[in-house]
């Protein structure tokens, strides 16, 4: 099968659910040593330290699993910064949460700035994880493993990596020509085939919807490609807050939702942890997406329901889809 070519036809008249869970940032830094530490990450290690240790909490890890087992999506998403500064022990720690999560083909796994932050070589990161990352073509080499596709049901998702190591004190995130063409490739033909298309990106793509040392440095590529070929939802992280935003395409404006971190206790300000419920259904003329919030309660241990968003999204036609 070709790498840019969609698994499967399409159930376009089935609902899916699928859930999305962003900047986890779930392992442990307690057994490292000074002298594995060296420029950028020893300010990363002295910020978890710090603070971050005591920001996202294995309690709320353990509540977040036991809810997804209670809610049971039809697929999970992880839009990023699963680990805190890209030590080769978390990527197997990492590995090791999410085979307890469930099996790789329900999981797609995208990584962020915090799992680039410095390169530490294809077999001893992002290798760990290439089942939960891998289109459903199998690809398997490092340079080519994104954008990536999986087709489920009605929905295709298609995964970016805006991951790359930056200078100390910058979480900035870049996705390249060669990327971008291929994404470019992929919505074309998953939008022809009638694919409900999520994007899933770390960094928020809305160039101004960040910090410019944290920000998305070819942001105004993206919404180009997206603006040109549309998207029906795009799904970031990064900036640990809730956010909703669109951008506009031929077919009418493309979804684009940031979640907090879904493991967070809520200290030092931050937001509490939350997932998102996301259930896709086509309608005769539109899709109909239900947004279900789920939010940990500090008192009780558990993620319980916040609220409901329900949304119309406009469908691709097949003059849109040609053009």
Same mark, same amino acid.
């Given at each position: 099968?070709?790498?840019?070519?969609?698994?499967?036809?399409?159930?376009?008249?089935?609902? !899916?659910? !699928?859930?999305?869970?962003?900047?986890?940032?779930?392992?442990?830094?307690?057994?490292?040593?000074?002298?594995?530490?060296?420029?950028?990450?020893?300010?990363?290690?002295?910020?978890?330290?710090?603070?971050?240790?005591?920001?996202?909490?294995?309690?709320?890890?353990?509540?977040?699993?036991?809810?997804?087992?209670?809610?049971?999506?039809?697929?999970?998403?992880?839009?990023?910064?699963?680990?805190?500064? +890209?030590?080769?022990?978390?990527?197997?720690?990492?590995?090791?949460?999410?085979?307890?999560?469930?099996?790789?083909?329900?999981?797609?796994?995208?990584?962020?700035?915090?799992?680039?932050?410095?390169?530490?070589?294809?077999?001893?990161?992002?290798?760990?994880?290439?089942?939960?990352?891998?289109?459903?073509?199998?690809?398997?080499?490092?340079?080519?493993?994104?954008?990536?596709?999986?087709?489920?049901?009605?929905?295709?998702?298609?995964?970016?990596?805006?991951?790359?190591?930056?200078?100390?004190?910058?979480?900035?995130?870049?996705?390249?020509?060669?990327?971008?063409?291929?994404?470019?490739?992929?919505?074309?033909?998953?939008?022809?085939?009638?694919?409900?298309?999520?994007?899933?990106?770390?960094?928020?793509?809305?160039?101004?919807?960040?910090?410019?040392?944290?920000?998305?440095?070819?942001?105004?590529?993206?919404? +180009?490609?997206?603006?040109?070929?549309?998207?029906?939802?795009?799904?970031?992280?990064?900036?640990?807050?809730?956010?909703?935003?669109?951008?506009?395409?031929?077919?009418?404006? %493309?979804?684009?939702?940031?979640?907090?971190?879904?493991?967070?206790?809520?200290?030092?300000?931050?937001?509490? +942890?939350?997932? @998102?419920?996301?259930?896709?259904?086509?309608?005769?003329?539109?899709?109909?997406?239900?947004?279900?919030?789920?939010? @940990?309660?500090?008192?009780?241990?558990?993620?319980?329901?916040?609220?409901?968003?329900?949304?119309?999204?406009?469908?691709?036609?097949?003059?849109? %889809?040609?053009?």
């Amino acid at each position: 099968m070709d790498a840019m070519t969609p698994a499967a036809e399409p159930d376009l008249a089935a609902a !899916f659910t !699928f859930a999305q869970l962003s900047d986890l940032h779930l392992s442990s830094l307690d057994d490292v040593r000074w002298r594995q530490l060296a420029n950028k990450r020893l300010l990363g290690y002295l910020s978890w330290h710090k603070r971050r240790r005591d920001i996202h909490d294995r309690v709320v890890l353990d509540a977040l699993q036991q809810d997804l087992k209670r809610s049971a999506p039809d697929h999970i998403a992880v839009t990023g910064d699963l680990t805190h500064i +890209a030590m080769p022990a978390e990527f197997l720690q990492v590995r090791h949460w999410l085979e307890s999560l469930g099996d790789a083909n329900d999981i797609s796994v995208i990584p962020g700035n915090h799992d680039a932050y410095l390169n530490s070589g294809w077999q001893k990161s992002w290798h760990q994880w290439q089942a939960f990352m891998a289109s459903d073509s199998e690809l398997d080499h490092a340079d080519s493993l994104f954008p990536s596709l999986r087709t489920r049901g009605p929905v295709a998702f298609i995964g970016l990596s805006s991951a790359c190591a930056s200078l100390p004190l910058f979480a900035t995130g870049t996705l390249g020509a060669q990327q971008l063409e291929k994404f470019e490739q992929l919505l074309d033909e998953t939008g022809k085939a009638g694919f409900f298309r999520v994007v899933l990106i770390h960094h928020p793509p809305i160039p101004g919807s960040e910090k410019w040392r944290k920000r998305l440095t070819d942001g105004d590529k993206f919404c +180009a490609v997206v603006a040109r070929h549309g998207a029906e939802l795009v799904l970031h992280g990064h900036r640990h807050r809730a956010s909703q935003n669109s951008i506009e395409t031929r077919s009418g404006p %493309a979804t684009v939702i940031g979640i907090p971190s879904s493991s967070s206790n809520g200290n030092s300000a931050n937001e509490l +942890a939350q997932y @998102y419920l996301y259930t896709v259904q086509r309608q005769t003329q539109h899709w109909q997406l239900d947004i279900g919030v789920q939010e @940990y309660n500090p008192t009780t241990r558990k993620f319980a329901h916040l609220r409901d968003v329900q949304l119309e999204i406009a469908r691709q036609s097949s003059d849109t %889809a040609n053009s």
